[in-house]
């Protein structure tokens, strides 16, 4: 009897546990649990554009997984036109409403036929040409930012003048948004106290341009191998430290490492919890193992519409 008592008393307490909430068992409930109408996607304004506080980024269907060769083969192979125009339409349904586009390979062909197949997104485009004449043109952007590499190049070269010019040339060429992206905190920090006729800052998370003597005094005289695609913890703060010095709207990119942290959730809840409630993230998506456009749309929804 005894025993038979103990047996009902456990069953009874793991039927209990199982009824609890998520919330009130102490754990978060799955986005494969949640359905899509449960996703609401917050949104913030630059300039006179309302988009949503993810967008998606444009590495994956480029290749460029910030990794290795084999990565970016698997990219390549995996991302047909079809599945560009696939995603990039399964972004919408969950509320994603902006894509950050890049004038590389067939990017686009690729984005012709996502609006052709009906594709409604905004189109936020990286400024990478000399003359980006040809982007404004071809793709007509509602927004662009400088390419960080292109700024940052020019910040080593002490020519931050020229990014200026450029900036007042993708004015003159009719985009109504411009803005500078950089992977260096110091640079966005420079142009925020110079005072730039620009409307938004984009800000890679984790400093990949430092050079090797920066990362040799790191490090204790080492260089590791792939110099460029160093990622350290402490680096996010120190670019979210500029974003919330500056009343501009910002965008974070690479808030995961290029897929390096072991917490998804956790980088978007820091994202979210360290900017200021006008900025916005946008993350690169490889679908190919799980539901990730679903998944990061839930902690976009989750963390940013709880911090806006």
């Not at 349904?93 to 984005?111: E, H, L, V």
């Not at 936020?124 to 927004?143: G, W």
Request: contains cysteine; hydrophobic residues 40%.
């Amino acid at each position: 009897m005894l025993r038979t008592r103990r047996f009902l008393l456990a069953a009874g307490l793991t039927a209990a546990a199982r009824s609890l909430p998520a919330q009130r068992s102490g754990k978060q409930q799955s986005p494969n649990l949640v359905a899509g109408s449960g996703i609401k996607m917050p949104s913030v304004r630059i300039g006179e554009i309302q988009i949503s506080r993810l967008i998606v980024g444009v590495s994956p269907f480029l290749g460029g997984p910030h990794f290795n060769d084999i990565y970016a083969a698997m990219m390549k192979e995996w991302y047909t036109p079809d599945r560009v125009v696939e995603v990039l339409q399964r972004c919408e349904q969950y509320g994603i409403n902006a894509f950050n586009y890049a004038p590389i390979g067939r990017a686009q062909a690729d984005w012709e036929r996502y609006l052709a197949r009906g594709g409604k997104m905004h189109l936020v485009a990286q400024a990478t040409a000399e003359d980006p004449a040809e982007l404004v043109n071809t793709v007509r952007p509602v927004a662009a930012w400088v390419q960080g590499e292109r700024t940052d190049n020019a910040y080593r070269a002490g020519k931050m003048e020229t990014i200026r010019d450029y900036c007042k040339k993708l004015r003159d060429l009719g985009v109504s948004v411009v803005g500078v992206g950089s992977h260096i905190p110091e640079v966005l920090a420079l142009v925020e106290d110079a005072g730039w006729d620009v409307d938004f800052y984009a800000g890679c998370v984790y400093n990949r341009r430092r050079t090797p003597q920066e990362l040799r005094k790191l490090l204790g005289g080492e260089i590791p191998e792939m110099p460029s695609e160093v990622y350290l913890q402490d680096d996010p703060p120190r670019m979210y430290k500029v974003f919330k010095q500056t009343k501009k709207p910002c965008c974070a990119f690479k808030i995961m490492a290029a897929g390096r942290v072991r917490s998804p959730e956790a980088a978007f809840k820091q994202a979210f919890q360290s900017i200021k409630p006008t900025d916005f993230v946008c993350v690169g998506m490889f679908p190919r193992i799980k539901e990730e456009v679903k998944e990061n749309a839930y902690f976009a929804s989750r963390h940013g519409a709880a911090a806006s």
